[in-house]
């Protein structure tokens, strides 16, 4: 795991590691996302000792410490572009780990919050429109966010094993995420593992270890690999 350690730039000699720059960034993303600090360190904790567990092989688990970290930090990069649909952009974010499994939940939760800074007349005719097109603008926004999180791996080193995981971070195990149709085995295991972490800390924070362990096992199938 000596990647983890390396330095950002070893000719400078400022002695900052690459790990370090890359957990203050997603001390900012953690804002972003409307979750308190540290939420993402934590979430990198936990799915670093589920890969120990699972005895992964180390570039598997060196990938999924590396993919955790990132997995938001492309979140502020699309902030305009989903206020202009959703209004309060945080609070969106920090409501989709509370929606149910099925699709027809994450459509009432998105459709209930487009257009929450606009006259009742412009929330109805921007609700129509992302219906007429399948919910286009929130896929744009955050195969965005994807892309920004990987642009960033790329620039500072960690290779396509971890970029092309965070392109997968809105994927579900059923396929229903996004990319569409994208499911299963095809997703990355370290981003599979990555979204096991993410949403039990969120549980466990909120409710406690039964609740998460209990929301682990429902949501599996369908949004996470039931083999985890």
């Excluded at 370290?190 to 362990?213: D, F, I, Y």
């Amino acid at each position: 795991m000596a990647l983890v350690a390396r330095d950002a730039d070893p000719d400078a000699g400022s002695g900052a590691r690459l790990c370090e720059i890359v957990a203050s960034i997603s001390l900012a993303a953690d804002l972003g996302l409307g979750q308190p600090m540290e939420h993402v360190l934590r979430s990198c904790l936990i799915a670093t000792e589920l890969a120990r567990l699972l005895e992964l092989p180390d570039e598997e688990r060196e990938a999924t410490y590396w993919v955790t970290l990132l997995v938001t930090a492309g979140c502020t990069g699309v902030s305009y572009e989903l206020a202009q649909v959703f209004g309060d952009d945080i609070a969106l974010r920090s409501g989709m780990h509370g929606i149910g499994p099925s699709t027809g939940a994450q459509l009432r939760y998105f459709l209930g919050r487009a257009g929450a800074d606009r006259s009742a007349l412009g929330r109805t005719a921007l609700r129509a429109d992302l219906l007429r097109t399948r919910m286009r603008a929130l896929e744009t926004s955050l195969s965005a966010h994807c892309a920004v999180s990987g642009r960033l791996g790329d620039r500072v080193g960690l290779g396509a094993d971890v970029s092309s995981a965070l392109a997968q971070t809105f994927a579900r195990w059923d396929g229903r995420g996004i990319p569409r149709g994208l499911g299963g085995e095809r997703i990355a295991l370290p981003m599979r593992v990555c979204q096991l972490a993410v949403t039990m800390e969120v549980r466990e924070r909120e409710a406690g270890l039964e609740a998460s362990v209990d929301l682990a096992r429902r949501l599996s199938g369908s949004v996470l690999d039931p083999s985890l």
